[in-house]
């Protein structure tokens, strides 16, 4: 199974972006999906997982401004009040089945 991500860009602090992940419908609602990000010289980091039965969670440092959410073959994450920090290459990814998307790069400015 191939995943696409897709949704990135450039934006300035305190703007917004949805990335988008497509995949299969069935893996989807099968499996937890998880976005990951990666910046220089830091390690992946998970910013959001969609269990499948349609729970989600989130660290703190983008809790209440990123929202993971799941239609189908495809999962979205959409991010709010963006900051500098948060500039990454952001991924998805199905790990229990070790699917994972090419990345997307995301570079917020301040």
């Known amino acids: 199974v191939q995943l696409q991500a897709c949704g990135g860009g450039l934006v300035q602090a305190g703007g917004s972006l949805r990335l988008s992940c497509a995949g299969s419908?069935?893996?989807?609602?099968?499996?937890?999906v998880t976005w990951h990000r990666q910046a220089p010289g830091k390690q992946r980091e998970l910013v959001a997982v969609?269990?499948?039965?349609?729970y989600t969670n989130y660290p703190d440092s983008v809790k209440g401004r990123f929202t993971i959410s799941r239609d189908n073959a495809t999962v979205y994450l959409q991010m709010n009040s963006l900051k500098p920090d948060d500039t990454a290459v952001y991924y998805c990814?199905?790990?229990?089945?070790?699917?994972w998307g090419q990345g997307t790069q995301v570079t917020v400015s301040s």
């Open positions: 990814g199905v790990p229990r089945r070790r699917y």
């Open positions: 419908g069935s893996i989807f609602s099968m499996n937890s």
């Open positions: 969609i269990t499948s039965a349609g």
